[in-house]
């Protein structure tokens, strides 16, 4: 039955080498765990993604509960940490899953510096993974002040100063992300936006750019 | 011209399709036999073991997850003065970059650009600045040792700020909002009580409105931050308040101020009496006695 289905959508869309190529492709003994156990450090971008899907999926199930405005957004947090089931488990992951993909990422970068597997012809990879690495800290930025507590509004405030005092362009961008000249309204929705819409959409474009350089240029070599 | 079927073909051309037969004979993945040892597939055989390392970080999270609950504090208020801005731990080295003297004040043009801007640019050109053919860290002292210094420096700089911090809030006597809301929630639930949600609270009604002390405390301007009905705004409310503090406290408050300032002290404003006489009314605002 499956082997059915499998084959008529094969039959048209030619899927299997697709699929092949990602599941065959081989995997050098250096970066794997079984055999060597400092090749645990490779396992940091894996990680990395995993816990950006979680962040994704948990992201998806605390928009459903959460009001980007500031009269219901601390409440509606309120409501989702102690009224809803499981809300304070799905609201501790994307809490804690913040900070935790943002110290997978870093080792994932210090690997990968360390071990130089940034240099030819790698150069492009590495800097989309900055560039992934920007996006996060936007995504962690924007994120923070999403609760709409006073801890979420003042970081928000000193943040945006820091920014406005970049020369000649700071004020510009302050007022852009400010969506006017205080934080407050304006602010929270847009930078419910940028976390929910902007910087995710951003972030899967480079991933898939990440994944295809890596898969097209294959893993660095054994030091 | 005819099309040239072979029966055996699994794709073939139908009028403009753009799906094509593809030539299989190039498409192998790169392997990895230049490299010694035992490479194997990726999936199921690496995927599974690079899974069992997941697991393991998965449960550790969980435990996290459960054991700490998410911190909410209370929902903001731009008026609210003494609050200790801290972004998120990860943004802290920045912070503490730019509050030294160079960085900082009529420098902090040159703290942005130069101390965080540009090795924020240099990490995102490194495969440019470092073109040597070398991969081992060892053999690139120049790249090492700055990655290395930089990594001292967050560390340094992450630590200092987080001490700074937690001494500031030992010095002004703040509990964190978010570990205060708890433990009220706690011990409201220990009651029997509803959990507060903070700023919906039930605030009890005034109890014996007409006390003079009541005009006397619109005069020396305490409605401006208590509010006109004492119903709290920048500061907390007072109806209720005989319930959490007792006439001694009162007069203390009242004389020589709290939390650095955020309450002033009023012993210059007002005579010890009149102090006296509006902690004898506040002592009185109990949620009991407004029922």
């Known amino acids: 039955m499956l082997k059915g289905m499998y084959n008529w959508i094969d039959e048209r869309l030619d899927i299997t080498p697709m699929w092949r190529d990602i599941a065959d492709h081989e995997v050098p003994e250096h970066v794997n765990p079984a055999h060597h156990f400092s090749a645990f450090v490779y396992c940091f971008g894996g990680l990395t993604f995993f816990i950006t899907v979680i962040q994704i999926l948990s992201g998806m199930f605390l928009t459903m509960y959460y009001v980007p405005d500031i009269v219901n957004a601390y409440y509606s947090v309120d409501y989702l940490q102690h009224q809803v089931a499981f809300g304070a488990i799905v609201r501790g992951m994307h809490h804690w899953g913040a900070s935790l993909v943002i110290v997978m990422m870093f080792l994932h970068t210090l690997r990968v510096f360390f071990t130089g597997s940034y240099k030819a012809p790698r150069e492009m990879n590495w800097v989309v993974g900055m560039l992934i690495f920007f996006v996060m800290l936007g995504l962690g930025f924007t994120g923070y002040l999403l609760p709409w507590d006073n801890k979420a509004y003042f970081a928000t405030k000193v943040g945006l100063e820091i920014a406005g005092s970049v020369p000649w362009i700071g004020e510009y961008i302050k007022i852009l992300m400010n969506g006017g000249t205080i934080v407050g309204a304006q602010t929270l929705t847009r930078f419910f936006a940028i976390h929910v819409f902007f910087l995710p959409g951003a972030l899967l474009t480079l991933l898939a750019a990440h994944f295809f350089m890596i898969r097209k240029q294959g893993i660095s070599g054994p030091l | ?291």
């Open chain 2, 1 to 291: 011209m005819a099309h040239h079927h072979d029966p055996n073909e699994k794709i073939v051309y139908v009028g403009d399709s753009r799906i094509r037969k593809r030539d299989r004979s190039n498409v192998a993945p790169p392997d990895y036999t230049a490299f010694p040892g035992k490479s194997e597939a990726f999936i199921p055989n690496f995927l599974l073991k690079e899974w069992m390392v997941g697991v393991v970080v998965l449960v550790g999270f969980l435990v996290l997850v459960m054991a700490e609950p998410a911190p909410l504090g209370y929902p903001a208020d731009p008026l609210n003065g003494s609050f200790i801005p801290m972004p998120d731990w990860y943004f802290l080295f920045l912070y503490q970059l730019l509050k030294y003297p160079y960085t900082s004040g009529s420098y902090v043009g040159f703290g942005v650009v130069c101390m965080s801007g540009l090795p924020f640019v240099a990490l995102l050109l490194a495969p440019f600045l470092d073109t040597g053919k070398e991969r081992r860290f060892y053999r690139r002292p120049i790249a090492s040792s700055l990655m290395g210094l930089t990594l001292v420096a967050i560390v340094y700089l992450t630590w200092f700020s987080w001490n700074h911090y937690q001494e500031e809030l030992k010095i002004n006597g703040v509990i964190p909002e978010h570990i205060e809301r708890e433990e009220k929630a706690r011990e409201a639930v220990e009651k029997g009580l509803p959990r507060p949600v903070p700023g919906r609270e039930n605030i009890p009604a005034m109890v014996a409105a007409d006390d003079p002390a009541f005009k006397t405390m619109q005069e020396a301007q305490c409605i401006a931050c208590h509010g006109g009905e004492l119903e709290g705004g920048n500061a907390p409310a007072l109806r209720g308040v005989g319930d959490r503090l007792n006439k001694e406290q009162l007069v203390e408050t009242i004389t020589n101020g709290r939390n650095n300032g955020a309450m002033p002290a009023f012993k210059d404003q007002l005579s010890s009496d009149q102090i006296d006489q509006i902690a004898t009314w506040l002592e009185k605002q109990k949620a009991e006695a407004a029922q």
